[in-house]
Structure formats: C-alpha cells, structure tokens
C-alpha cells in the first residue's frame, strides 16, 4: 500500500512536472525522415560553421550547405532570379521583414503552417510573429530585430551642456542649441532617410509615433502613406533638416560613420543591431564615450518604440524537404545553443535568445563602447514597445526608389515634405494598381 | 563526285563552327529569347500571359524609360562633344613630331582606360565624398566650401566627368592611328608651300581624320546608351535616380522588380535606338564625305 501509495505519488510528480516542463519549453521538432542535404542563404554576422555543425548534430539525418551570397539587395536580386528562372534557389533563405509580403505575394515561399509552425508562435515575441504570418500562414521564422532606441555621445553632450532628450520636443530643441552653440560644425543627427531602401528608418520612426502605411483586409491593401501620423513624423525631420539642425549624408555611404567618429553628428537613432557596427566603426577616442536611453517619445501615448530591419529565415517553394528546411530554420533561431552562440552577436526575435545569459554581459567590447552599461536591456524594453499592428506592401522594392527621389527633391527643397508624402502615396497606389493589387 | 563538292561546301563552315556556335549560343539565342518573353506580361511565379506589343507600348509611355533615354542623348552630346574634343586635341599633340615628351604623354593619357570601369567609379566616388575627398585641403586653402559633388543637381556633371577621364585616352588612342596613316610627304609639301602648323592641322591632319573621328563618335553613342557601372557604383555613396540612364532602370525594374519582360522590351527598345542612332550617322557623314 505504501508502495502503491509512493507509486502514485511520483507518476502525479512525474506527469505534472513533466507537463509544465512542456507548458514552459516547447520541444522543438523531431524529424523522421530519411537523410538530406539543404541549402541554406544568409548573411547574418556572427554564423559559422559551429552553428551548421550543432545543428548537424542534433539533427544527424539534415546537412546543411550555406553559402553566403551577400546581404540585402544582392541577395533578393540573385532569388528574385532563381524563383523565376524555376531553379537555383536555396532550401532555406535569409530575409528581412520588409521584404517577406514581396516574395509572398510572388509565390516563393511555403506557408509553414502545415509543418506546424504556429505551435511554436509562443517562443517569439509577438510583433515578430505577425511579420512573418498573414492570418493563419507562416512565411518565415523570426531571426533577429531592430527595435529603436537613442545612441549619444556624451562627451559631446556635456560639452554643450544638453539633456539628453526623452521627448521629441526636447529633441528638437537639443537641435537647435547645438546648432547655435557649434556655428552648424556639430548636428544632433543625421536624417538617415537618404537613399534607395532608407526609407524604411522613417518608416520605423512612424511605427514608433503610432503610424503604418499599409492594412492587408482579405485581399485588399489600404494604403495611408500621407496619413496624419506620418506627416507629423515626415514634417517634424523635415523641418529639423531644413533648418540645417540635421546633416543628410546617404547612410553606409564613406562619410557616414566619419562624420559620428569626427565628432560631426552628436547622436544617431539606434538599432539594436547598430551598436556593435558602431564600436567598430568609429574611432578608438570614441570608446567609452556613447550612451544608449530609450527612444524619445510622442506625448499623449504609452511607451512606443519602432523597429528597423532585423531579418527572418523563410522556405522557398523550391525546396524538395520543406519539413527538414523548417526544422532548420527554427532551430537555428529558437534552440538554446544556437541562441547562446550564433544568435549572440544579433538582437534576437526569440525568447531563448533574449532570455540568454549572455544578453546582459557588459564586459563585451560593445557594452564597454558604451561606458560599459547594459545596453541589451534597454533594447529588450525596446522590443516589448514595439506595436504588433504593422504591416509592410508587396511592391516595396518599388517605394525604396520612389521614396528615395522624393525625399532626395524634399532635401533639396524642390518639394515640402507634405508633397513628397502625397506623391509617394500616388504614384504607389498607381504603380500597385497597375501590377495587378487591389489597393485603395 | 557529288560527296566531294558536298564537303568543299561545308568545309568553310566547319572551320568557322567555332565562331558561329558561340555567336548563335551567347548572341543570337539570348536575343531571340529577350524578344520572345518581351511579349509577356508575368507576375512572380504566375502563368505568363500573351500581351503582343504590350510591354513596348507601355515602355514608350514610361516616363521613367522615357526620361532615361532622354538623359541619355543629352548625356552624349555633352560628353561626347567634350571627350573627343580632348581627345583630339591630345592626338594632335602627341602626334606632333617635335614633341619630345609624346611617348610619355600617350601613356598618361591612356593609363585611365586601363582601369576598369566599376574601379574607378569607386574611385571617383571616394574622391567625391566630402570626408575623404583630397578636394577638401584644396578648397578650404582658398577659402571656399567644399561642393557636393554627389547631390543630386550635381551627379550628372560628376559622372560626365569621370566617363571622359576614362575613356578619353582611349579615342586619343584612335584618332592618334588615325592621324598615323596620314603620308609625312603631305606636310613636307605644306610646309615648302609655305603652311604654318595651325593651317597644316586645318587643311590636311582635320579632313584626313574625319573617317576616325566618325568611328570614335560611333562608340561614344553606344557608350553613352549602355551607362551603367558608374552609376550603379556610385548608388553606394548617394542617391542616384533609377532614371539616370536606361541600363540602369532596366536592371531595377528586372532584378529588383521582378519584371523581367517589361525590362526585356526596354532593352529590345535601347539596342533599336542604339543601332538607329549610329547608322543615322554613318549615313549622315557617307553623305558628307561624298
């Protein structure tokens, strides 16, 4: 009886921790298969050999072959290719949020949800859930994100006597004494809206004061471009450039990073995949000197923050194992070890990640560039800021070369920034109509 | 008999198969199969459909394709008009035999083409650029702010610069063997007539020239209509209108589009203009000549 009794007592103990075990970890999938070999495209910094070897152990029956073949633009273009030309595409592929409802709306790749993905949805964090997802379709697996914050350089800050801004106002005031103090040699910022696909920092920037640009309602795209929110956001960096407070050097460009290490530009809206590019990037005297805060805010409304790039990893339609290919894709983004290792040197999308120890070590050479303050925690704030109700248009490619022109004649004052909004608006929706969308 | 005059006939092309099985394979095929998807209209992975003309008539209302190609003409004539301007000035000068210094020149002169083309647009680039530009120095030495040479009123003329620092050594190059092949007995006879240098240049190297100089016009058109690598490059450094030139916007609207028969059409459409341009001026100069 005693016996029977203990018996009971740890099956009930096995059983119920066993499942809160399960409630707490999802288990990854189990692949049954027979053994295959998948390609795999991604320029993702910080993945190596070490990743693909973990994965190859813990899955023996899936080799992978990664190739790195460039990163944003060079790669779309050469799968842009591949899809259409029938072959050459790979089994998984590296891709930014941005670009995900492009390649959908194309046809290129496998809605994961009969893999059972949507078991998984609840290891991410929620926004970049509904990226990746069109209703009850998956499309990818979240990789990495850029939630906003605000990077400055406080020797240059104490040096002109500024508070470090936590509304918009104060930020614009920042820049307008700065400018006056330094004779225009020192700007707060640089608009980083110049060029082809930089478009989307601004647009982070309205997704952060509340805006979007884009619903998808069925099969109908409402498109609100020059909505409210997004004048006030266009016309407040607007006015900030025309008065001369902001520079507009084109971001990535030679005179980018120079003009932040020179001590030209006092402060950048920061990624959280930005810091690491930052402490490599500028000069030693800069080491120690950067603070990261939260994003300044728009008064009237609750802790917003908005995102800039981070990417996913999706399934083409050519793949011939999708399962395996999504087995991949999400381990290498939600396992443990894929988090404590490759996923480190990015700000990851999946809980494990930004669960991970390793997220608050400040003895890192980027939280040192930053006075050795850890910066991951102000990122993950970020992060849960962040508004799920986001969405970006198929025919993106189109508004990076648009938006780019109008802004570029905004710059140059050939246009006002009300305008560049209203032509962008038009000639998206004439350009998306014309391609066959059911836009208005 | 008849087997013997068989293979006499097909010996020529026995021995030409090399040539013709590679222009068939990377000439012919690519044309045919260019003209032949410029006559769909396709989205993404979707049944392609038969539009006919479609994607031409689209094109020759394309604003963007239109504005491109118009950019493009005014892009030759400017450029054009100063390269082989140079260029001719530079022939004469190291084709005059009492330049001892030539040699020397005819090398400086021609080591830019030597260069290739994307290098130098990187290279032009950085020069532009406003913090690692060695203009800076030279600017602020007289006391003037350092100009953005990479905006978007001044791109067109920073790129009409680094084309002639390309290829004008390159057209010196031509009309310099040009001015070659002209007799020295020509001159001597000039100059017993009593010619100075400048009526030797107006009167016999000029007109000799003229069949170089159409040539050299000939490559600067086709030059000016295929434009891409300088401003693709210079896309890292600044903004540049996808309208710029029509190779440029052909290679958006292909590869980051994904229109592929709608940039199949534009470029069906540019080699036509290309071609019409250059025989129109071959015609005009025979007649000239004439």
Redesign the interface.
């Known amino acids: 009886m005693k016996k029977f009794s203990m018996f009971i007592l740890i099956t009930s103990l096995v059983v119920f921790f066993g499942l809160s075990l399960y409630a707490d970890n999802v288990q990854l999938p189990v692949y049954n298969g027979s053994p295959v070999t998948i390609t795999f495209w991604s320029w993702a910094p910080g993945i190596d050999q070490w990743t693909i070897n973990a994965f190859e152990k813990a899955y023996p029956n899936i080799k992978v072959k990664w190739t790195d073949v460039g990163s944003g ?1 060079a790669e ?2 050469k799968l ?2 591949a ?2 030309a029938g072959s050459g595409a790979p089994d998984v592929v590296q891709i930014e949020y941005q670009m995900l409802p492009t390649f959908i ?4 790749l496998v809605d994961l949800s009969k893999y059972g993905a949507n078991n998984y949805k609840s290891l991410f964090v929620p926004w970049t859930w509904k990226q990746v997802s069109q209703g009850n379709a998956v499309y990818a697996i979240p990789q990495d994100t850029g939630p906003y914050a605000f990077a400055y350089n406080k020797a240059i800050f104490d040096k002109y006597g500024l508070t470090v801004p936590k509304t918009w106002d104060e930020y614009a005031a920042d820049a307008q004494k700065l400018y006056e103090a330094s004779n225009g040699k020192v700007v707060l910022g640089n608009f980083d809206g ?3 696909s930089q478009i989307s920092w601004l647009l982070g920037l309205i997704w952060a004061a509340g805006g979007h640009w884009w619903v998808l309602n069925g099969n109908t795209w409402t498109q609100t471009i020059n909505s409210t929110i997004s004048q006030k956001v266009t016309n407040f960096w607007g006015n900030l450039v025309n008065k001369g407070y902001m520079s507009t ?2 971001p ?4 980018w990073f ?2 932040m290490s ?1 001590g030209k530009v006092a402060s950048m809206i920061c990624p959280a995949w930005m810091p690491g590019y930052l402490q490599e990037n500028l000069s030693k005297e800069n080491a120690g000197q950067w603070r990261i805060v939260p994003l300044p805010q728009w008064p009237n409304m609750p802790f917003t923050s908005g995102n800039w790039g981070g990417s996913t990893d999706a399934v083409t ?1 050519q793949s011939k194992n999708p399962e395996a290919a999504f087995i991949f894709a999400l381990w290498i983004n939600a396992s443990e070890e894929s988090c404590n290792h490759f996923i480190g040197y990015l700000f990851p999308a999946s809980f494990v990640g930004l669960d991970s120890p390793r997220m608050h070590d400040t003895t890192t050479p980027v939280d040192q560039f930053f006075g050795g303050q850890d910066i991951n925690q102000i990122f993950i704030d970020a992060s849960k800021a962040v508004n799920t109700n986001f969405e970006w248009a198929p025919w993106l ?2 508004i ?2 648009e938006a ?2 109008d ?3 905004a710059i ?1 004052k050939k246009i006002s920034w009300t305008q560049a909004l209203d032509q962008l608006q038009n000639s998206s929706l004439n350009y998306a109509q014309n ?2 969308f059911n836009v208005k | 008999m008849k087997i013997k005059i068989r293979l006499r006939r097909s010996i020529p092309f026995v021995f030409l198969s090399p040539f013709l099985i590679l222009l068939v394979l990377f000439y012919v095929l690519p044309l045919v199969y260019g003209f032949y998807i410029s006559l769909f209209r396709q ?4 049944p392609p459909i038969f539009i006919g003309m479609g994607n031409y008539i689209k094109a020759f209302t394309d604003i963007g394709f239109l504005t491109s190609v118009l950019t493009m003409g005014k892009f030759f004539l400017i450029q054009g008009s100063i390269m082989i301007g140079l260029a001719l000035l530079f022939a004469l000068y190291i084709d005059n035999e009492k330049n001892h210094l030539r040699g020397l020149f005819r090398m400086v002169y021609y080591i830019p083409f030597a260069i290739p083309t994307v290098v130098s647009g990187i290279l032009w ?2 020069m532009y ?4 530009s060695p203009f800076q120095s030279i600017f602020s030495l007289v006391g003037l702010l350092h100009p953005d040479f ?4 001044n791109l067109f003329w920073s790129i009409i610069n680094i084309v002639t620092w390309e290829w004008t050594g390159y057209n010196m190059i031509i009309l310099y063997s040009g001015l070659q092949t002209i007799p020295r007995e020509l001159y001597e006879a000039a100059y017993i007539d009593g010619a100075g240098n400048f009526d030797i240049i107006k009167y016999i190297k000029l007109p000799l020239l003229i069949p170089s100089i159409i040539l050299a016009t000939i490559f600067t058109v086709i030059g000016s209509f295929q434009l891409f690598n300088e401003p693709f490059v210079l ?5 540049v ?2 309208h710029l030139t029509p190779n440029l916007y052909i290679y ?1 609207t292909a ?4 229109n ?1 028969n709608f940039a199949a059409a534009m470029a069906m459409i540019l080699a036509i203009v290309t071609f019409a341009v250059s025989s129109i001026f071959i015609r005009y100069s025979a007649l000239e000549e004439e």
Do not use: C, H
């Open positions: 633009e779309y273009s842009l290719t899809l259409s709306s194309y046809g290129g110049v060029g082809v050097i084109t990535w460009s030679a005179d120079p003009a020179n339609v490619n189109y990076y070369n780019a022109k802004i570029s004649d140059s391609q066959g | 989205y993404g992975l979707r680039g950085f650029s406003k913090s690692l990479l905006s978007s009123g896309q890292s450094m600044t903004y209108s996808p958006i590869f980051n589009y994904g592929f």
